[in-house]
């Protein structure tokens, strides 16, 4: 070969390389976001021209189960254990898809594999604990959970998981205590939400309980919901006015097995039969209630009315950042306002919703006031108007929103 053809040839390799490197980036970008359907285009990039990148199958793997591909996970995640078995998270990961897909005792089997690897890690022990629960092992559960908050003792999930524990061996006085102690350490600890919400139901407090399952699903989308197809769960709202949030939570899976259908079947007999004692409001994104009305032909047709609320345009979106700023006691210095107000801008109409509207600004608030914390980090001495000043440098870069 020739030093022509040589240097053509590695000039070739370092383009490859970087295009594979920057599918990489965007794929990681897209699932940190939550844009799961465009990580898995670009780990299909990554894995075009590298088969073997067991972090590419990894992250395409996770992709899949966060859209509840269980099949198409799994091959993933089984693809790297096969590339590298002393992968840190491989078994990990794949006793945890298998678990989710009700593959128990595989998942038993891939978890003890994983704390072979990595006996330190309480991940593997709380997931081990929650695939005991699913076998009604209480003891194996609880044994895992001692054992995770031994490695990490303030670890939220492991409280929780250790809650469900007590509510299944019948002490729900302290799986309440419990629960209480997971959401102290972590207030967005979902499976801490499924257990309070089992726990409000059995006491009545329907709409509480609900709304504990509703925010369980949105913090962690393959959390468990298994009670809430129980039909006394929507017996007890009769005589009274029943408001579900992002109910659409409730059809994610849309297979039949999916709970959701069940408990929308559920809603449509109540509906039906006392329809007197049954006020019934559910809520959400436009696109997803579409989805979720569609979910059964009969759910529909019960709903007589339909209200719509836009999505906030940009100058409100900076509104709602500008207030945020206020209610911190943070000063906008000169030109952040306008470099903030085009941040918002860049958002195509359609995408607004997509990254929820107000909960998008807190997102972006939040980064924000991290970006000048951590500059204010490397100032010798700083005074108070330093410390309420924000400045354009603190504003996120212009990949915070992921485009195509």
């Known amino acids: 070969m020739s030093s022509c053809q040589i240097?053509?040839?590695?000039?070739?390799?370092?383009?490859?390389?970087?295009?594979?490197?920057?599918?990489?980036?965007?794929?990681?970008?897209?699932?940190?976001?939550?844009?799961?359907?465009?990580?898995?285009?670009?780990?299909?990039?990554?894995?075009?021209?590298?088969?073997?990148?067991?972090?590419?199958?990894?992250?395409?793997?996770?992709?899949?189960?966060?859209?509840?591909?269980?099949?198409?996970?799994?091959?993933?995640?089984?693809?790297?254990?096969?590339?590298?078995?002393?992968?840190?998270?491989?078994?990990?990961?794949?006793?945890?898809?298998?678990?989710?897909?009700?593959?128990?005792?595989?998942?038993?089997?891939?978890?003890?594999?994983?704390?072979?690897?990595?006996?330190?890690?309480?991940?593997?022990?709380?997931?081990?604990?929650?695939?005991?629960?699913?076998?009604?092992?209480?003891?194996?559960?609880?044994s895992d959970c001692e054992t995770a908050l031994a490695i990490a003792p303030e670890g939220a999930a492991a409280y929780a998981i250790l809650a469900h524990v007590h509510l299944g061996t019948g002490e729900q006085d302290l799986a309440e205590q419990t629960v209480a102690r997971a959401l102290e350490l972590d207030p967005e600890e979902a499976e801490a939400y499924r257990v309070r919400g089992i726990i409000r139901c059995a006491r009545d407090d329907l709409e509480n309980g609900i709304a504990d399952f509703i925010r369980a699903k949105e913090f962690n989308t393959n959390v468990q919901l298994d009670y809430l197809d129980n039909p006394e769960v929507l017996n007890k709202s009769m005589g009274g006015v029943?408001?579900?949030?992002?109910?659409?939570?409730?059809?994610?899976?849309?297979?039949?097995?999916?709970?959701?259908?069940?408990?929308?079947?559920?809603?449509?007999?109540?509906?039906?039969?006392?329809?007197?004692?049954?006020?019934?409001?559910?809520?959400?994104?436009?696109?997803?209630?579409?989805?979720?009305?569609?979910?059964?032909?009969?759910?529909?047709?019960?709903?007589?009315?339909?209200?719509r609320f836009n999505d906030y345009s940009a100058g409100e979106l900076m509104a709602i950042f500008e207030k945020m700023c206020r209610e911190h006691a943070y000063e906008l210095a000169d030109n952040t306002k306008e470099n903030a107000l085009k941040a918002f801008e860049a958002l195509k109409p359609e995408e607004v919703g997509f990254y929820g509207n107000g909960r998008g600004v807190r997102n972006y608030f939040e980064l924000t006031i991290t970006h000048q914390a951590n500059r204010l980090g490397e100032l010798k001495e700083i005074n108070t108007a330093q410390l309420v000043e924000i400045r354009p440098e603190d504003l996120p870069k212009e990949d915070f929103w992921v485009h195509d």
Not at 60 to 71: C, P, Q, T, Y
Not at 245 to 268: V, W
Request: net charge positive; with cysteine.
């Open 242 to 307: 029943l408001f579900i949030d992002e109910a659409y939570s409730l059809t994610s899976r849309g297979d039949e097995k999916d709970f959701g259908l069940e408990a929308i079947g559920t809603l449509i007999k109540g509906m039906e039969d006392k329809r007197s004692d049954l006020v019934l409001i559910v809520a959400g994104y436009p696109e997803k209630m579409r989805q979720f009305l569609q979910a059964n032909p009969g759910i529909k047709s019960r709903f007589s009315k339909v209200i």
């Open 7 to 142: 240097s053509r040839l590695i000039f070739c390799m370092s383009v490859n390389f970087r295009k594979r490197n920057d599918f990489f980036k965007r794929g990681r970008l897209a699932f940190e976001a939550g844009q799961f359907e465009k990580a898995i285009h670009a780990f299909n990039k990554v894995i075009e021209w590298d088969p073997h990148d067991a972090n590419a199958h990894t992250f395409r793997g996770l992709s899949h189960r966060k859209i509840r591909n269980f099949e198409a996970a799994l091959k993933d995640l089984q693809e790297v254990v096969r590339i590298d078995p002393s992968h840190r998270v491989g078994y990990l990961n794949l006793g945890c898809v298998q678990r989710d897909a009700g593959k128990i005792d595989e998942a038993l089997e891939s978890l003890n594999k994983a704390e072979e690897g990595d006996s330190e890690n309480p991940l593997v022990f709380q997931n081990r604990a929650t695939a005991y629960i699913l076998k009604i092992n209480w003891e194996g559960g609880r």
